[in-house]
């Protein structure tokens, strides 16, 4: 298996514009993960979905962020505006079950100028 | 508030020699403890997993997990210049889904 996949491996945008991130998790885990990293917060959950399922987004920072899974093999996170403290790096992983070991993705590096 | 704790270190440890890692957490009742090595610039890949108190090793590595004191450690055997990295300490709490997650250990093997 290739592991999870993320495209971009980088993003540089202009402030306002519209950032979709993309993500290919292992297949055969039903268990998805968004995370957000930063040197100040460090890692950040934004969203876990659960069989394509968005079971809890109480980690996206407002109504900007968005997340869809339409299936098991694709999820979305979108960020529209985008602002320049949006820059971080975006990790998605996923697991078989939720409490089992995640793999992560080779990141989204995003920056917002 | 469910917490993980890490010291962020840098923990400076000469090659050869044995690197030992501490974490320690909140809640009681967690069940699942990960250990994570990330390279700067590179995603966190997972080292360990523990689930039950005691030693478990893997190579190099071994994990320790003691619950009566809330503590999992990882000790890194005969440290090369190539586990220099940053160690994130996972827990997953009351059978929650989220992992809380540390802030990270780095840790420098000097040659």
């Known amino acids: 298996d290739a592991g999870v996949i993320q495209s971009p491996r980088h993003e540089v945008t202009e402030m306002g514009q519209e950032v979709t991130l993309r993500c290919k998790p292992i297949?055969?885990?039903?268990?998805l993960f968004w995370y957000r990293q930063t040197m100040m917060r460090g890692l950040e959950l934004l969203i876990y979905f659960n069989n394509n399922v968005p079971i809890d987004d109480s980690g996206m920072p407002e109504d900007r962020f968005s997340a869809k899974m339409p299936n098991a093999s694709f999820s979305t996170l979108k960020i529209q505006p985008s602002e320049p403290r949006d820059s971080a790096v975006y990790f998605c992983?996923?697991?078989?079950?939720?409490?089992?070991?995640?793999?992560f993705g080779q990141g989204t590096r995003l920056t917002v100028v | 508030q469910k917490e993980v704790e890490q010291n962020s270190g840098p923990l400076s440890v000469p090659e050869g020699a044995i690197a030992s890692l501490n974490c320690t957490y909140s809640d009681r009742v967690s069940q699942s403890f990960f250990w994570y090595r990330q390279y700067s610039g590179k995603s966190p890949e997972l080292i360990m997993s523990?689930?039950s108190n005691g030693d478990k090793e893997d190579g190099r590595f071994t994990a320790q997990l003691n619950k009566a004191s809330q503590y999992v450690s990882l000790l890194i055997r005969d440290s090369q210049p190539s586990d220099s990295a940053t160690y994130l300490c996972a827990v997953n709490m009351d059978s929650n889904y989220q992992l809380i997650w540390g802030a990270g250990t780095k840790l420098i093997i000097k040659p």
């Open positions: 297949s055969g885990h039903n268990s």
């Open positions: 523990i689930y």
């Open positions: 992983a996923s697991s078989v079950g939720a409490t089992t070991e995640a793999f």
